[in-house]
């Protein structure tokens, strides 16, 4: 390459290549920067880093992201990022059923014995003779006799051949209940037991047996039933801790089963106050149609915003001019004309005789539209705006069309 030697030429002055306002510009932005040195790496000022790099200029290191900014590096308002906040989930209308509690386990409690039970004695009163009463008293001792010598089956054997002798006492079934409570027969001991007292309602042994026996197979609130009256006739220290146990299962029971009404009442309220406000919700609905003389969201099978097919309504002919709205009213109202309206076929026929009253001649033969036609020209007093063969004009579906023209005197035109 070549070089000039020589004076370099004359360069205009930097005043006549920038004007004031842009030098004011340039001093308002290397301020902003000197505030802020992270604005360079702004995408608007990319042009301009470019430039000091080319000069050979230290640019100042970028922040990493989410480093807060050097203290005193930017005076002005900052954005803080915030952590995304955490949606509180809505609790579900219906509470989710609580799992049922695992049953403690009952190291005492005994399994249900099978029929058939011990034999009970001959139902009502008999006569027993001196034979037979002698022999039921030397079986009642034998069955003490082998208790006492801790044969408790024994025991059940001769106290059972006492028993169907006959007369027997409530007494005689709620030793042969204990008996049996022994053997660990808890389902025979309560039908013993139920025998005795439906002789002797204030038996307070056969209440107390049947309550322990209950105990023994997990009836915890017939347990404490019948330990409770048992006690209450005749209190027995021996069953206290007993009854304390069953006193505190029962009490559990009583508890889930508070908090189970407790939360079907709640279910129940929810449900009824759903109700008042769906009933509120229609009422309101058509309170509005009401005053607007339409039928809230459209005629079911296609008359939008009201009777399509009458003048002066949306979608179709109109509603007679003067016609009373309360006409219109009493049709929404009546069950079987809404009902027909939501029919395909029915609304369709409806369009179509619409459009053109004298159509109707179509479905004369059409029992069904016929009958729903003749249903609308009664609640519209007759006829609807120039459709032909209305009841009050005393012509068939298929009479001409036109206006009804009636006679009046002279007098009463104004």
Known sequence: DRFLIGPRPARPSPRAMVDAAQVKALEA???????????????????????????????????????????????????????????????????????????????????????????????????????????QGELKQAAAEALEDGDTAKALDKFTEAIKIGNVSA????????????????????????????????????????????????????????LATGQKLDFDDDLVEMQKLVDHKFKKIEEKRVKQRLKDEKRKVKEMKKRKEEAKRAYEEAKRAESSGGFPGGFPGGFPGGMGGFPGMPGGMGMPAGMDPSMLQGLMSDPELLQAFSNPKMAAAMQD??????????????????????????????????????????????????????????????
């Not at 608007?44 to 640019?59: M, N, Y």
């Not at 203290?71 to 803080?80: L, V």
């Not at 027969?185 to 037991?193: F, G, K, Q, S, T």
């Not at 439906?198 to 023994?216: L, T, V, W």
């Open 353 to 414: 005789i619409m459009s053109n009253p004298a159509n109707i001649s179509k479905y004369q033969s059409d029992p069904e539209i016929m009958g729903i036609m003749q249903k609308m020209m009664s609640k519209f007093g007759g006829g609807m705006g120039g459709m032909p063969g209305g009841p009050a004009a005393g012509a068939g579906a298929g009479a001409g069309s036109g206006p009804v023209v009636e006679e009046c005197d002279a007098d009463e035109v104004d």
């Open 29 to 135: 932005l290397v301020a902003k920067l000197q505030e802020d040195p992270t604005l360079v790496y702004s995408p608007e000022l990319g042009f301009f880093k470019d430039f000091l790099q080319s000069w050979g200029a230290k640019i100042p290191s970028k922040p990493a992201s989410g480093a807060g900014a050097a203290p005193g590096a930017n005076s002005g308002p900052q954005r803080m990022e915030t952590p995304p906040e955490k949606k509180v989930e809505s609790e579900p209308e219906e509470e989710s059923e609580e799992e049922p509690e695992e049953e403690e386990e009952d190291p005492e409690r005994l399994p249900e014995d099978p029929e058939p039970y011990p034999d009970k004695g001959p139902e009502g009163e008999i006569e027993l003779s001196d034979e037979q009463m002698d022999k």
């Open 171 to 226: 007494m005689m079934y709620a030793k042969r209940a204990e008996i049996l409570f022994k053997l660990k027969r808890p389902c025979a001991c309560i039908a013993d037991c139920d025998a005795a007292l439906a002789i002797n309602p204030d038996s307070a042994k056969a209440y107390k047996i049947r309550g322990k026996a209950h105990r023994k197979l997990g009836h915890w609130e017939q347990a404490h039933q019948d």
